[in-house]
């Protein structure tokens, strides 16, 4: 499925993460050497991991030090089922996880994989890509997880929780230095303190530099570095027993000449125009004229109080958060002045409510029932300007350029109604249900004219136009739980999930191309067995898993105007087995990770794009520009080997 993305796909993915391996003494944590028991808040209140009925990697704070984890991208190389898709730019790149993610230069469509900070959802994928800064632990869960997340995630959830003001005085520096290929630099640190018996307070902050490491035959400069900096403040205020709450204030930045990709493949006519440019699997230079740059801020205040009802709780989450990126490629990706401006910047604003009753544990009857408000503004400003050929060639003649650009506003508002409960049958054996009712509404407003300067439009000018779509689900889940002994749990769910409608908000668009993208929705199987054995010297977490997805949301490049646009891709399938272990052999030694074999396929997509590619070397399974696209791999999950 060469037109739904950029890089070749493998129908199965096999991979080993090893988190931590320490030949260092321990701290054991019992009078022995028993593994710790890991705690979660996958279910939206705090429980061990081998009681959660549902496959969820649980990180510390330990497990990303030891193995140098220090941005969210990063991740990926301690959870098997979860993968990185670059896009060039924050922006276009997606988290993946089991096959699944939402990979698209639109701006009017929603991740797959939802991001949570702190308990508040990011509402784009450009916000997630951070560094991980004083973290508690990372949850990966996977699969739908929209009956306790605010807005629903079709394919599942990264949720990262840092940590909050201690009893006592802290602080630390921490300094890293990575002298490879890459060189790079980070300093962070925090300090900690009580500052009277109710009120508490942390400030955590860090620099990075990431030295250019890509040389520009063109100018002979080092690219695709960056500098980043941020920091967040964080108070807790508890005046009462029954009372808690968390301000918490953040801003992150960075900038650098960057993200030019290097070729690593040529055609001969491509191969010329590259010059001393070698295209290879290791090539490390490029060879443009374009001013390459890629920039991001945000910021964001989030305020959590948490009220004791007697054995219940009742949290509330308000958040806000504003985020700005900017950047240029050099699209023809030559020395030549063809396509060097293709400039675009996002500004996206929200706002979040989150209101939540969680019931006391140990009950017949548990529960976790919420409410939950999203509203969204994204700005997106873009310019594309084509030079044309015969000005790199003649000195004398001036050459012309052709450009456009586009101004749109996409609003978006989501709110519903989630819940989550668990019947215990007896002593071992419990069932589980859940629901979640979602009411979505989308708006847009697109122009796009000429741009300054220029001789022509690249494209035709399209006038202010405006388009918007609403849709309502209801979604369920349903599961059981069985202790099989003291060690050994088993579960089986069944979930669906649902994501929102989409418009195809990009360069190329016009007011007769506009209609919604439907929504898609998905339900999962899933059974797994949790178990500790040998005396808890070793944690085993198997789960089975098959998704299926209908309208799954996709982005293929057409192939006449090579222009990338949204679209509903048919029936696609995932499945597989996942494998999470850590063992402790001995007091000085623990061992940890991860085995994923997945299975992605396209089901059902009669009709499908072909790529600009395909149709240019005459495919045979290109008739009309469209080919069946069933039975096809999907793309954005690649083979790792062991």
């Given amino acids: 499925m060469n037109n739904l993305g950029k890089r070749s796909r493998v129908a199965s993915s096999i991979s080993l993460a090893i988190a931590t391996l320490m030949a260092s003494p321990l701290i054991a944590a019992e009078s022995d050497y028993e593994l710790e028991k890991i705690t979660v808040t996958a279910s939206k209140r705090v429980e061990n991991l081998q009681d959660v009925a549902s496959a969820v990697t649980a990180l510390s ?64 994928s450009g916000m997630a890509f951070n560094e991980l800064l004083d973290v508690q632990r990372v949850e990966v869960l996977r699969g739908p ?109 960075r900038s650098g000449e960057c993200c030019q990709p290097q070729p690593r493949s040529a055609t001969p006519t491509e191969a010329f125009f590259l010059g001393a440019v070698s ?33 219940y ?8 958060r504003d985020y700005n990126s900017k950047s240029n490629q050099d699209v023809d990706g030559t020395p030549l002045t063809l396509l060097d401006i293709n400039a675009g910047e996002s500004n996206q604003t929200q706002q979040t409510q989150e209101l939540r009753l969680t019931s006391p544990q140990n009950q017949t009857l548990t529960y976790v029932v919420g409410l939950y408000y999203f509203e969204q ?23 012309l350029k052709f450009g456009s650009q586009y101004e749109a506003t996409v609003d978006s508002i989501s709110y519903a109604g989630f819940g989550q409960f668990e019947v215990n049958i007896s002593d071992t054996f419990r069932l589980l249900g859940g629901a979640r009712y979602t009411n979505e509404q989308l708006d847009f407003e697109f122009e796009r004219e000429q741009g300054a ?73 899933e059974v797994g067995i949790k178990s500790r054995l040998f005396n808890n010297h070793l ?26 646009t949204l679209l509903n891709a048919g029936e696609v399938r995932t499945r597989g087995i996942e494998v999470d272990f ?29 790529s600009p590619r395909q149709v240019a070397i005459n495919e045979n399974s290109c008739g009309g520009n469209s080919q069946d696209l069933s039975g096809k791999d999907l793309p954005f999950f690649a083979k790792r080997e062991i």
């Fill in 377 to 399: 503004r994204m700005n997106r400003d873009f310019q594309r300007v084509y030079h044309d050929i015969f000005g790199n060639f003649v000195p004398t003649f001036p050459g």
């Fill in 582 to 610: 850590q063992a402790r052999p001995n007091e000085d030694m623990m061992i940890s990770g991860g085995l994923a074999y997945i299975d992605a396929q396209i089901v059902d997509f009669k009709g499908g794009p072909c």
């Fill in 61 to 124: 704070a330990k497990d990303l030090i030891n193995s140098q984890i220090t941005r969210t991208e990063d991740l990926v190389n301690l959870s098997p089922s979860l993968t990185f898709q670059s896009g060039g730019s924050d922006n276009a790149s997606s988290f993946n996880i089991r096959g699944i993610g939402t990979q698209s230069y639109s701006s009017g469509v929603e991740p797959s994989i939802a991001t949570v900070i702190d308990g508040v959802i990011m509402g784009r």
């Fill in 313 to 320: 709780t009742l949290t509330s989450i308000s958040a806000y």
């Fill in 539 to 564: 944690v085993l977490n198997t789960a089975l898993f098959q998704s299926n997805y209908d309208n799954f949301q996709a982005q293929a490049q057409d192939a006449n105007s090579s222009a990338f």
């Fill in 279 to 311: 295209a290879s699997e290791d090539n490390d230079s490029i060879n443009v004229s374009a001013e390459l740059y890629n920039e991001s801020e945000s910021w964001g205040h989030s305020l959590e109080a948490n009220w004791e009802l007697g054995e």
């Fill in 453 to 525: 300067g220029v001789y022509a439009p690249i494209v035709a000018n399209q006038a202010l136009y405006q388009d918007s779509t609403k849709d309502t689900d209801f979604s369920f889940k349903v599961g059981a739980q069985w202790d099989m002994n003291k060690d050994v749990m088993s579960y089986v769910t069944l979930t669906e999930g649902y994501k929102g409608p989409a418009f195809n908000v990009i360069f190329e668009m016009t007011s007769d191309n506009t209609l919604p993208v439907a929504p898609e929705t998905s339900n999962a199987i």
């Fill in 145 to 253: 997880q929209g009956m306790l997340f605010g807005k629903n995630a079709s394919g599942g959830v990264v949720q990262i929780i840092t940590n909050d003001p201690g009893d006592t005085f802290e602080a630390a520096i921490n300094s890293k230095a990575i002298l490879s290929g890459t060189d790079e630099y980070r300093v962070s640190g925090m300090v900690s303190m009580p500052v009277s018996d109710t009120l508490g307070i942390r400030v955590a902050a860090f620099t990075t530099e990431r030295d250019d490491h890509i040389n520009n035959v063109f100018n002979d400069r080092d690219v695709n570095g960056s500098k980043n900096k941020g920091g967040r403040v964080k108070i807790k205020w508890q005046p009462t027993d029954d009372l808690s709450v968390k301000w918490s204030s953040d801003f992150s930045e």
